[in-house]
């Protein structure tokens, strides 16, 4: 039986000098897999507040084994807990709200700390508040807080997300680092009429306006592009204040960065890729070192976080197909969870 010493201040395990260097015989005995001791820090960490869902791969059940297969610990807020996704045609749904208090007043009197925040899905207004003071209570200067605004797809907002949540969320936009939405979610948080056909012009101008609302850096997912999905990401260096009419002529100013990457579409869309996508996101941008003089990170590692997000997704859609499994069961990660790195 192996004996540990605790540190209480730090609530951390820490080996005895006996087991110390038990240890450290182990590395040298493991050649083969040398590389686990080649990076002896610990792993980021990453609060992830979002809701649970039994059947249909999406929210947490995705995240958290994505999260952890790529280094970083996982570190869950269960803002609700669900059956089974709402694309089904029934769905049972226990709103986590009331215990939620005791639960973070837990994790501030332990003082945990967090290299980063995800916040996705809303059930209902108070949890935005909840949300906000979270951010107080554990939102540091190098802390990222990305929002994926979990609110609709092609043209409509989800049947759980009415006008409340949307302001809700809306008011969030503006305490973020990164927001994430898709382009249904883009024109709802703007107040844009949605279309199908945007042109990357329209497309350029509605991340602005997002920026404008408060963001570092913004993604806009999910793009339809014929044979392809795009992804269109945006870093404003200089914070904008101005507000950004959607008659302003087509101009990105020196102080943004702008890329539009596509991803060749290989299959239909499936619920919980927007949950896979945004996981692996936030891992990698936690991860990623951040420019001098800038709490967020590099458009060029916004840019391969993405990259690294579409084409796992892309993987996925192409085994969730061989496999025939049913869209509403949304995208079969696990064969090929090894392959992320």
């Known amino acids: 039986m192996v004996k540990l010493c605790y540190d209480s201040n730090k609530y951390n395990t820490i080996p005895a000098s006996m087991e110390e260097r038990h240890f450290l015989n182990m590395k040298n005995q493991m050649t083969p897999t040398a590389s686990v001791f080649a990076d002896t820090r610990p792993p980021k960490k990453l609060a992830l507040l979002n809701d649970l869902t039994g059947y249909g791969r999406c929210s947490l059940t995705v995240?958290?084994?994505?999260?952890?297969?790529?280094?970083?610990?996982?570190?869950?807020?269960?803002?609700?807990?669900?059956?089974?996704?709402?694309?089904?045609?029934?769905?049972?749904?226990?709103d986590c709200t009331p215990e939620l208090t005791d639960y973070l007043a837990a994790w501030k009197e332990l003082d945990f700390s967090f290299d980063g925040i995800l916040t996705s899905f809303l059930g209902n207004q108070a949890q935005a508040e909840l949300i906000r003071q979270f951010l107080a209570d554990f939102k540091r200067e190098n802390t990222l807080y990305i929002l994926d605004p979990a609110m609709g797809d092609n043209g409509r907002a989800y049947a759980t997300c009415g006008g409340d949540i949307q302001e809700s969320m809306r008011s969030l936009v503006s305490l973020a680092d990164v927001?994430?939405?898709?382009?249904?979610?883009?024109?709802?948080l703007t107040g844009t009429p949605?279309?199908?056909?945007?042109?990357?012009?329209?497309?350029v101008t509605l991340a602005q306006?997002?920026?404008?609302?408060?963001?570092?850096?913004?993604?806009?997912?999910?793009?339809?592009?014929?044979?392809?999905?795009?992804?269109?990401?945006?870093?404003?260096?200089?914070?904008?204040?101005?507000?950004?009419?959607?008659?302003?002529?087509?101009?990105i100013p020196e102080e943004k960065q702008v890329s539009l990457l596509r991803t060749r579409r290989v299959s239909k869309s499936r619920h919980g890729t927007g949950?896979?996508?945004?996981?692996?996101?936030?891992?990698?941008?936690?991860?990623?070192?951040?420019?001098?003089?800038?709490?967020?990170?590099?458009?060029?590692?916004?840019?391969?976080?993405?990259?690294?997000?579409?084409?796992?997704?892309?993987?996925?859609?192409?085994v969730s197909d061989a496999c025939f499994l049913p869209e509403p069961e949304g995208v079969c990660f696990e064969k090929i969870l090894y392959q992320l790195r």
């Open 63 to 94: 995240a958290l084994p994505v999260i952890s297969q790529l280094g970083v610990q996982c570190c869950p807020v269960p803002t609700a807990v669900f059956s089974n996704h709402t694309g089904y045609p029934t769905w049972h749904m226990t």
């Open 275 to 318: 949950d896979l996508f945004s996981a692996i996101l936030a891992a990698e941008l936690v991860k990623a070192p951040s420019p001098a003089n800038a709490p967020f990170p590099s458009q060029e590692a916004l840019t391969a976080a993405v990259k690294k997000a579409s084409g796992f997704v892309r993987k996925c859609l192409l």
């Open 209 to 251: 306006k997002l920026l404008s609302m408060g963001p570092k850096q913004v993604v806009i997912t999910g793009i339809p592009r014929k044979s392809f999905i795009g992804n269109l990401c945006m870093t404003d260096k200089k914070h904008l204040t101005e507000s950004i009419s959607s008659s302003e002529e087509y101009h």
């Open 194 to 203: 949605w279309r199908p056909d945007f042109s990357q012009k329209e497309l």
């Open 179 to 188: 927001v994430t939405p898709n382009v249904t979610e883009a024109c709802i």
